[in-house]
């Protein structure tokens, strides 16, 4: 996942801005401030295809009703309401009407402070709960369910279960309690989150219970958090989870967020780096599981809250006086081959992969129980997944193009990252990597695959192996060797693979090749900061590496020396040419760059995901829009194809120039398509010097032949006919050939395209063809009918 801040909005009179509340439906944006300040803003909708990109306001509505401090703000998606509440007791129901919000109902108490309300999942009860332990619950249309005061309980926030038979409070002295949806108590929650286990009056500062309304990413997976000031974060799947996910943030704390599937965790706060040595704004994500994924410095003196937007692709910070907007490009679990698209995405019954045929617009889908990591390579995909059995194994599935599975493995380590290349496929934990020879309907009628290739390999990220124990393997079949099974001190964290090469990127900058078939370690080489994605060119001499970051960096494998010329920053997604070692697409923002050795060419406005790189042509995928809504595919909407700027300056030149300064330009930015490009205007002009001295640059077989028969040829006029069929113009060929009066040359054509029912109208144009010919086309189109039933 990366992030970066895109926006800011201040507030008048620099009026610090205490809660936020992000609408997930209609994407309203609720702030409330000091001095009674309470704002609705929206920004705009409308974007270009294919960027994700700041937006502007469309809405800044100032509402008027409070008068002290607003500190609580929340939506009621379904019925398009929000709640708001200020230091002095003040609650006030809004509601849209004709474009504008206006008061519904006012609440005031007058006898302390609100510190919490949540509407229930289905947005038909609010419950609200004061700091003096008073606790409301009342329905939509304003009518008081049930109230009831809580002695002794000094209250700081509430949150419904998803099912909304349970409510849960948290205290000022850490304790965190459990209430039935009547008001009745049921028992206060197990935190295990501190050293001692025993609460020391630390306050919790804030809750979030993921509702499950966009499906999970597993069965029975962490859900609700419980956050302390001192940033002991507890993550449970249920109320009565005895074995949570539990761990310290390292920051003062103040607020948490689930984005809109459960997945990512926000946490913000501030702490103090060695680095700045004073205390420092920050918001840093995990996942359910409470792995670290992000973190993000904040400017400003003290931050109040996080959230989401509804698709979790921008979230807004209060810092202030100011909202800061970040935008975040997800890493998604997905991979393109074949011309197909496969990607995985949350639903009700859990992790759903779909195999969209971009081609054919077919699209097949499979349901796993918690997916690990997709790659594909060539002409199939690899997918490490959890099994649903009760021992829970993990297992690896290569899959064809419309997700059928032609081979599967059972494996012992959790297969973190996963990558393939033509015959094997690679899987690594954090201590260990494996190398297993999977085999297709192809390669099974392939001879000399042992019975030792076909065994997977497993190996410690510590070791050294020298491919020995292949050798040995071979002469003694018994022989196992011995696998180290400690856990290291320095974790893999990416792997990359090729045809010739494994890469591992470890937690301390260290990356590690090994050779391929025999695996052996043959070099090693650090960088000065963690990497996150790394991908080897198509001829296995470079690599590029983007570090936790956002910083790009290229290696050359032969010398391990780093490119110093070629360092980016803000780089999200990078992918090299399958043709060409020395281009390289990257992502930077919302932007697409080309770099051509170390030189980048002039960007391209994209926010699209890199699915190929091919013949200067970068198809990209808009996968931000399919997560949206991912049973709607469609390839005009979804599918962006863009030239390099070398190619789409060849066609102006050949198109507005000429063909001597086209042919300048190829010479010094050579690549065979654009040799092809220019072949093909060239031979269109009849510059025939020309265009083969192009088709030889791109190897071009059939041109070549193209160009000996047009040497052959004394007529202009035939000459474009040939050209033109060549080029699959067949009806310009047929029009050149009659024009120059050859109506043997079209018959001719027309036979070679099989078309005989023109072939019969040519040949009764006029005097020419034979009998036997005619009769063979009557005999042809008899063919064609009889095929088809059609007697």
Not at 283 to 291: C, K, N
Not at 540 to 551: F, K, L
């Amino acid at each position: 996942m990366f992030i970066y801040l895109c926006k800011k909005i201040s507030m008048p009179n620099n009026t610090r801005i205490y809660c936020l509340a992000w609408s997930s439906e209609q994407g309203w944006i609720g702030l409330g401030g000091d001095d009674g300040l309470l704002k609705v803003l929206k920004l705009e909708s409308g974007k270009t295809k294919g960027i994700t990109a700041p937006a502007n306001l469309s809405m800044n509505q100032t509402l008027e009703g409070h008068t002290g401090k607003v500190q609580v703000i929340t939506w009621n998606e379904q019925h398009q309401k929000f709640t708001t509440s200020d230091q002095n007791g003040l609650i006030i129901v809004w509601t849209m009407y004709k474009g504008n919000w206006y008061e519904e109902m006012i609440n005031n108490r007058n006898k302390s402070v609100v510190k919490g309300m949540a509407w229930d999942s289905e947005g038909k009860r609010i419950c609200i709960v004061y700091e003096d332990g008073a606790v409301i619950v009342g329905s939509v249309d304003g009518n008081r369910i049930w109230g009831k005061e809580l002695k002794g309980l000094t209250l700081t926030g509430v949150q419904w279960s998803p099912d909304g038979r349970y409510l849960v409070f948290s205290l000022r002295n850490g304790e965190v309690h459990l209430y039935d949806n009547q008001g009745n108590f049921f028992m206060k929650l197990s935190i295990q989150c501190f050293p001692s286990l025993v609460i020391t009056g630390i306050p919790v500062v804030s809750m979030a219970w993921y509702d499950g309304r966009n499906g999970y990413v597993e069965n029975n997976c962490p859900c609700f958090a419980i956050l302390y000031q001192t940033g002991q974060l507890q993550l449970m799947r249920n109320q009565n989870d005895e074995d949570p996910v539990i761990l310290d943030t390292g920051i003062s704390a103040v607020n948490c967020s689930w984005n809109h599937n459960g997945s990512v965790l926000a946490i913000v706060g501030s702490s103090v780096f060695p680095e700045d040595n004073k205390e420092t704004n920050v918001v840093i994500f995990y996942s359910l599981y409470g792995e670290h994924i992000r973190t993000m410095k904040i400017p400003g003196r003290i931050i109040t809250t996080v959230v989401w937007e509804g698709t979790s692709l921008r979230i807004a910070l209060a810092v202030d006086s100011f909202i800061y907007f970040a935008i975040i490009r997800p890493d998604y679990k997905w991979a393109y081959f074949s011309k197909t698209l496969v990607f995985s995405h949350s639903s009700k019954s859990g992790t759903e992969i779909t195999f969209w045929d971009t081609n054919n617009n077919e699209v097949h889908n499979k349901q796993v129980k918690f997916l690990y990591a997709i790659n594909a390579y060539k002409e199939h995909c690899a997918i490490a997944f959890k099994t649903e059995d009760t021992n829970e194994q993990y297992m690896i599935h290569v899959c064809n193009s419309i997700g059928i599975t032609v081979d599967s493995k059972s494996i012992d380590i959790e297969p973190l990252w996963v990558s393939i290349n033509t015959t094997q496929v690679f899987c690594a934990s954090k201590d260990h990597f494996m190398i297993w020879h999977f085999m297709t309907p192809k390669s099974h009628s392939t001879l000399g695959i042992t019975g030792r290739h076909r065994r997977e390999r497993l190996y410690h990220i510590d070791d050294t192996p020298s491919g020995v124990a292949e050798v040995i393997q071979d002469l003694d079949k018994t022989y196992q060797p011995n696998v180290n099974m400690q856990a290291t001190s320095d974790p893999i964290c990416c792997i990359a693979v090729s045809d010739k090469i494994l890469v591992i990127g470890r937690e301390s900058g260290s990356l590690q090749r090994y050779s391929l078939p025999q695996v052996a370690l043959v070099q090693r080489f650090t960088l000065p900061v963690r990497p996150k994605t790394i991908a080897v060119n198509c001829d296995s001499t470079r690599i590029a590496v983007i570090d936790i970051s956002g910083v790009l960096t290229s290696v050359d494998m032969e010398s391990s020396v780093n490119n110093n010329k070629l360092e980016r920053r803000d780089v999200w997604a990078i992918q090299w040419a399958s043709d060409n070692p020395d281009l390289l697409a990257i992502m930077e923002k919302t932007r697409m760059y080309v770099i051509r050795g170390s030189e980048p060419e002039e960007p391209i406005q994209s926010s699209g995901y890199i699915c190929s790189f091919k013949d200067l042509e970068i198809r990209t995928v808009l996968l931000d829009d399919i997560m949206a809504n991912p049973d709607v595919l469609t390839i005009e909407d979804h599918i962006l194809d863009l030239e390099v700027k070398s190619l789409r300056d060849t066609r102006q030149l050949l198109e507005k120039v000429g063909i001597n300064e086209a042919t300048a330009f190829i010479e010094q930015n050579p690549h065979p398509r654009l040799w092809h490009l220019l072949a093909e205007a060239a031979v269109k002009k009849l510059d025939i010097k020309t265009a083969e001295t192009a088709f030889v640059h791109c190897s071009d077989y059939p041109g070549l032949q193209l160009i000996k028969r047009l040497n052959n040829i004394t007529n202009d006029q035939i000459k474009k006919a040939q050209v033109a069929a060549y080029f699959g113009d067949f009806n310009e060929a047929e029009k050149l050939y009659l024009d120059a009066d050859r109506r043997d040359l079209a018959v001719s054509l027309r036979e070679r395209l099989g078309d005989w029912f023109r072939v019969i109208q040519l040949m009764k144009m006029g005097s020419g063809g034979s009998d036997s010919q005619l009769q063979y086309a009557w005999n042809s189109i008899g063919d064609f009918f009889s095929d088809r039933n059609n007697w």
